[in-house]
Every structure is written in C-alpha cells, then in structure tokens.
C-alpha cells in the first residue's frame, strides 16, 4: 500500500481463477485460493506482509528494500500468451497529509521462467503519483479572554476612556491543509466607533500555524518604523509593554531619534 494511503477494498479482479491454481498470500503468509468472490481476499485489518525486493520501493515512502510492509500479493500458476491479469483496488489518503504531498505506488512481478525454483529478478511496473491538493478552510473566532469571555465570535469591550487603547483580540486558524494567506480588514463604513477613531491591524509573529490578530485603537498613536513629519526621519521606540501571548512586544510609545518629537 501506498505511504500516507490506507487501504479500504478491491474493486475487480481479472485472469485470476481458483480453478486455475491462482492464490493470494493471506495476512499469516499462507498462500489461499483465490474464492469465489475475489474482491473479498482482503481487508484493511487484514493484508499480506510485503518483503520489497531489492532496490524497489513498492510504497512510494523513499526506501527501498523494506520488510513487512502491508500490501497484497497474487500468484498466478500460469500465464499464457497474450493473457492479462489486472487487480483495481481503492485506498483513501490521510487527512493530515499536507498539500502537495506525492502518493506513488508501483507494482512488481516476479515469475520463476526457467523453472529452477529461484524467483527472477522482479520487473516494477510504472510508477502511480497522485498529488494531494490543497484545501481551503479559515476558522476566525474572538478569544475569550477577559473583559470578554464569551465564546461567540465577538470581542466586546464595554467602554473606553477618551484616548485610551482599546485592544480587540481574535484568533484567525488556518484548517486547511497548506499555507495559506487571509486577508483582514475592518468595517469602518459599518462601525460604531466615535468619529477621529484610528484602527490598526496588529500582526503577530509568533505563531505560524494559527496567526493571532489585534485591533489597537489609540487616537495619535505613531507606529515605530513611520517617519516623522517635522524630519522625515524614523521613529524609535521609547517604551513598550507586551500583550501577552497574543502578540510580540509593541511600543505604546514612539519617538524620532533625531528631533525627539512623539
């Protein structure tokens, strides 16, 4: 079976007969007849243990050569000319595997053509590759955490000081199975807040997994990294105060390092 597949059933059999001296290799590793009902050999919970021959990689996991890996293994007493055998069989993917992981299988046939009682050298067939593609899936929700401790998807704080900093906090996960990039931005058309409000979107960088967000408002508040308007120089900080875990350390604060104006 495939690495990162699970297997679920066979579909059809072809050109593998009972009546014929054709056998499966159970999940003790004693050869069967094929039964009537050929799609029944085997089971998730129950598949054949695989030896790989050498120098093949039958699972598509990067090694070769590998022992007791689950898997389903066919004889067939004989094969005439221009006969075919053909097995369809079903698997599903791991769910946790990230997008753009590789599913590959191959097959491999090994015959004993001069009747010595040695297997041959195997012939692989061609290798199988499946994609796993991405999912998209964004779960934004507020954080519970006081004055707002309420699990419904709004932050609520009940009233501010004129000029305070009034912090907003959100939990934005990504549940799909890639990186992906979301876009946030505030309703100022439809919002409630006071005329000369100044909304910011702070960015955490602490996580990468489940980026958390902030809303600051603080009328006049100058961002390190903006310039001055007297200089054209940059602000510095001049003081900071951490917000926990939500974000990294921001300044409250900021001055330009020339002409020191706030």
Request: one cysteine or more.
């Amino acid at each position: 079976m495939p690495a990162n597949a699970t297997f679920v059933d066979i579909t059809t059999v072809n050109g593998l007969l009972a009546s014929n001296g054709d056998t499966y290799e159970d999940n003790t590793g004693t050869d069967q007849n094929i039964p009537a009902d050929a799609t029944t050999m085997y089971t998730p919970a129950a598949l054949a243990s695989i030896d790989e021959p050498a120098g093949v990689d039958l699972d598509g996991d990067g090694t070769s050569g590998e022992t007791g890996i689950p898997g389903i293994q066919l004889t067939d007493a004989s094969l005439g000319v221009n006969t075919t055998v053909s097995v369809v069989y079903t698997v599903s993917f791991d769910p946790a595997a990230a997008a753009g992981t590789e599913i590959k299988n191959t097959f491999a046939a090994q015959g004993d053509l001069d009747g010595d009682n040695t297997p041959d050298t195997p012939v692989t067939s061609n290798t199988v590759t499946t994609v796993i593609g991405q999912t998209y899936a964004v779960d934004a929700d507020d954080t519970e955490i006081a004055p707002d401790t309420t699990n419904d998807d709004v932050f609520n704080v009940a009233s501010a000081a004129s000029g305070a900093v009034v912090d907003f906090k959100h939990t934005i996960t990504n549940n799909g199975n890639g990186d992906d990039v979301f876009e946030l931005s505030v309703d100022t058309a439809g919002s409630t807040f006071p005329a000369g409000t100044t909304l910011q979107l702070l960015e955490c960088g602490w996580h990468s997994a489940n980026h958390r967000y902030q809303w600051r408002w603080q009328p006049g508040y100058r961002f390190p990294g903006a310039r001055c308007s007297e200089c054209a120089e940059y602000y510095r900080e001049s003081g900071s105060a951490g917000v926990g875990q939500w974000c990294r350390p921001l300044c409250l604060y900021a001055h330009c390092h020339v002409c020191w104006r706030q």
